[in-house]
């Protein structure tokens, strides 16, 4: 580019300099040949005048005649006689006047004996030079007419020309170099605010969208330079409100906890969130993995190649087994776009809990209709027996039937009671009073309604180790209950000469009440779900004891209501039940 | 065109990958859906399971031929040559665990018709350590990892113990109360098929081992001295 323009430049500029050259060279030369020609001629009217007074015979005269003008007027004077004969020359010796041929048909000559004037531009043999001749005719005093002739060599004339011709093609070379030299300049100091404009381009192109370029007023550059720097201004705008919008969107889709995946129609996925990974397990990179590498599920394959066939959404529920056994609603949505297929979206939501709720709503149904149908049944069936006559036949045995229904009906009394209290701790309405609570008057009216029962089981209740206690913040009816559920269940379950010890400590504004028994202690397996309702460790076992499974739900429950919490550790050398209450 | 050629031959290559993975998907909800047939009694699930085993022995066929027409038509060598060959290995493996599971499947169906003989644990406990093995070796043969290739020869001998204790305590029941030859010959049965759904899963294992070393360790000693 920079080339083309240099040798555009200098290519007008050679052009012009040879049309001036050759211009200034010819009007130069005519101008030159006119001059001389005309002082030749005037120099000849002059030498006419002369030699027409000063010559009285032409033979005898002419030679010294034409030495003396000549001398004077600087140039070759020649005097010719009419017919031809050369008379008298000032360059040449009379004697060797002979010897020249008869000048008669000179161009010259002829025309100055025709016109009266006659002029001519000759290689002159004599001198051996190109010569410019001008002849007159005269009339001497005597004789006839005769012609003198004034020569001048051209030489001189040339020598004129090669000064000017050096001298008007140096200056014109000189402009030309000068031309090149400056135009060489400019464009370098052009090109090198484009190359810095170009370099700043270049790394705004490659991210550094801050970079501006320095603007210079008025020139070109500095225009380019404004509209870069507006476009990189736009351009960050623009990119910084994609990754803002982008940033928001990862956001949303890391604190989502369902697990999200996208994937193209070839089932190569191009998006997951964390919750997906944890639902899978993975700990690798997911993006760019094919579908099946992350899962061999056949229903999650299934689902992927129904949605994509169909282009409709899919809704199904998916039972993983590793790592860990989960039901997952997953939702499968294709990414149509402008009708074609992009891909498909899948939402994972993990309904683990809500399933295993919802099954506890159903077994909790069907274990209170069957805790209650038992001793209905057993009611039933023995006054059915009354009635069919064993009252009257046979006094004894109708008082231990009663006796039986007796003890069911009590039975059915308490599992009411415990279902009653339970509904009532969870729907919040019972009321609990809060005050400052011994530990130690609580578990000594608990250990004296307990006597009897551990007096004939051989099992000691040892409640000294809350003598001195700290208080606690309860209800005391309540932690009456807890109490008696813990302490009972614990003489339950400890063979004969096993004890049952309670032990308080305080930990921090906490209470920590343990209830240790030295009994059959509870399988590993049972521990996490014993404070669930109905669930019973060996349920032939706890209806023979006349639980109702129920108590252990209810001290979980009051405990809670009462800002506390319980727990339980087991080995096989018994057990120990925590409860966790507020410190008074 | 080369180039086209290549990538045309590895599309071919992932599909067969794919439709393999597919196949021990289903072969992995088999085993665990034969068991879950047993352990619940449900007859229903195991009607299906049986079934399943068709659309197996179909995806066997299905990738045989994939395999074929790829050493036919292209020619593999080196590390392709490996892959196609162990597809053809792998695919046979995984046919026979499904035939495996349709057998458990078959006489869960008849166990589910008479009294329960006993609590089934030791079968489930083979059972998901067989689901693992599988379910391992083919992880493995996804990652091309030899490690944990490696690790499913050894969970194959924690199966094939649990198979040798359940056997002594059926010859107990069966010593006791000759009432309960049928279903102990069928809870019998029922781990042999688990001791050999394990061995498949080594078998694949060790595959992948020659797939990602090139080191062919079959029939050496799983651990080393």
């Known amino acids: 580019m920079k080339l083309r323009v240099m040798a555009a430049q200098l290519l007008i500029v050679l052009l012009l300099g040879m049309v001036i050259y050759g211009y200034l060279d010819r009007t130069l030369e005519r101008y030159q040949s006119t001059e001389v020609t005309e002082h030749l ?6 030498a006419r005048t002369v030699a027409a007074r000063e010559i009285r015979d032409l033979r005898r005269d002419a030679p010294a005649l034409a030495a003396a003008i000549g001398r004077e007027i600087k140039a070759r004077v020649t005097i010719i006689a009419g017919n031809g004969e050369v008379v008298g020359d000032s360059e040449l010796t009379p004697r060797e006047l002979a010897s020249l041929d008869n000048h008669a048909g000179r161009p010259e000559v002829r025309a100055a004996l025709a016109k009266g004037r006659g002029s001519s531009v000759r290689y002159s043999e004599t001198l051996r030079t190109d010569m410019l001749y001008v002849a007159v005719p005269f009339r001497p005093a005597t004789g006839d007419n005769a012609v003198l002739r004034l020569a001048l060599p051209l030489s001189s004339l040339e020598a004129a020309k090669r000064d000017f011709h050096l001298v008007l093609g140096g200056t014109l070379s000189l402009a030309a170099l000068l031309l090149v030299l400056l135009s060489l300049l400019l464009t370098r100091v052009s090109a090198r605010s484009l190359h810095a ?56 889709l890391r604190g989502m906890g369902e697990g999200i995946m996208v994937a193209d129609p070839h089932g190569v996925i191009t998006l997951v969130n964390p919750a997906f990974k944890g639902l899978f397990a993975i700990q690798d990179e997911v993006e760019g993995k094919q579908l099946i590498d992350i899962s061999r599920h056949p229903a999650l394959h299934d689902s992927f190649r129904d949605v994509i066939a169909q282009r409709q959404e899919r809704v199904e529920e998916l039972l993983l087994r590793s790592p860990k056994e989960k039901t ?40 209170v209709s069957h805790e209650l149908r038992t001793p209905v049944t057993v009611i039933k069936g023995y006054a059915e027996t009354l009635l069919a006559g064993v009252l009257e036949d046979n006094p004894d045995q109708a008082a231990r039937f009663v006796g039986i229904i007796f003890a069911h009906a009590d039975r059915l009394g ?25 530990l130690y008057d609580v578990a000594e009216q608990v250990r004296a309604l307990l006597e009897q029962k551990a007096l004939e089981r051989r099992v000691t209740i040892d409640v000294a180790g809350l003598s001195d206690a700290p208080a606690v913040i309860a209800d005391p009816g309540r932690l009456e209950q807890v109490f008696l559920n813990l302490m009972d269940n614990a003489i339950k379950y400890t063979p004969a000469g096993g004890s049952v010890t309670l032990s308080a400590e305080a930990e921090g504004d906490q209470v920590r009440i343990v209830v240790k028994d030295t009994g059959t202690g509870i399988p590993p397996s049972d521990l996490p779900r014993i404070f669930e309702r109905f669930y019973r460790v060996d349920s032939a076992r706890s209806r023979e004891e006349g639980g109702t499974g129920l108590g252990l739900a209810i001290v979980k429950h009051v405990v809670q209501m009462m800002g506390g919490s319980v727990g339980a550790e087991s080995s096989g050398k018994g057990s120990s039940f925590y409860v966790t209450l507020k410190r008074g | 065109m080369k180039e086209l050629i290549r990538s045309q031959f590895d599309a071919e290559l992932n599909d067969v990958r794919a439709r393999l993975l597919e196949m021990g998907g289903k072969v992995e909800l088999m085993i665990a859906n034969s068991m879950t047939a047993l352990v619940e009694r449900n007859s229903a699930l195991a009607e299906r399971t049986i079934l399943s085993d068709l659309e197996i022995n179909a995806m066997e066929l299905e990738i045989d031929r994939k395999c074929l027409h790829i050493l036919a038509r292209r020619q593999p060598a080196a590390k392709d040559l490996r892959f196609v060959t162990l597809a053809l290995k792998i695919v046979t493996d995984l046919e026979r665990i499904g035939d495996q599971c349709a057998s458990i499947a078959k006489h869960a169906l008849e166990l589910n018709r008479e009294a329960q003989l006993k609590p089934y644990i030791d079968l489930p406990r083979m059972a998901e350590a067989a689901n693992n093995a599988v379910r391992d070796a083919l992880d493995a ?31 107990t029941f069966m010593m006791e109360n000759p009432a309960t030859v049928g279903r102990a010959m069928r809870i019998n049965s029922i781990s042999k098929y688990l001791e050999r759904i394990a061995d498949h899963a080594t078998n694949i294992a060790e595959m992948v081992i020659f797939m990602v070393d090139g080191k062919d360790i079959r029939h050496t000693s799983a651990s080393p001295g």
């Not at chain 1, 991210?207 to 070109?220: A, D, N, Y």
């Not at chain 1, 499968?332 to 994972?348: D, K, R, S, T, Y």
């Open chain 1, 328 to 367: 997952v609603l997953t939702h499968w949505v294709p990414l149509l776009e402008n009708g074609a297929l992009q891909g498909v979206v899948a939402v994972f939501h993990d309904i683990s809990d809500i399933r295993q709720l919802e099954k506890m709503r159903r077994d909790f149904v069907a274990n």
């Open chain 1, 41 to 46: 001629t005037n120099d000849a009217g002059l």
């Open chain 2, 141 to 171: 043969f996804v990652r091309g990892d030899a490690q944990s290739a490696a690790r499913v020869r050894q969970a194959d001998g924690f199966v094939d113990e649990l198979n040798e204790q359940l056997q002594r305590e059926l010859l």
């Open chain 1, 414 to 438: 308490s599992l009411i009671g415990d279902l009653l209290t339970l509904s009532q701790l969870e729907s919040g309405t019972l009321v609990m009073e809060s005050r400052s609570v011994r």
């Open chain 1, 197 to 252: 404009v170009a370099a700043i381009a270049s790394r705004i192109g490659q991210g550094e969208l801050g970079t501006r370029v320095p603007v210079e007023k008025g020139s070109e550059v500095g225009e380019l330079a404004r509209v870069l720097n507006d476009m990189a201004l736009r351009t960050e705008e623009q990119l910084g409100r994609i990754s803002a919008e982008k940033n928001r969107l990862d956001t949303i």
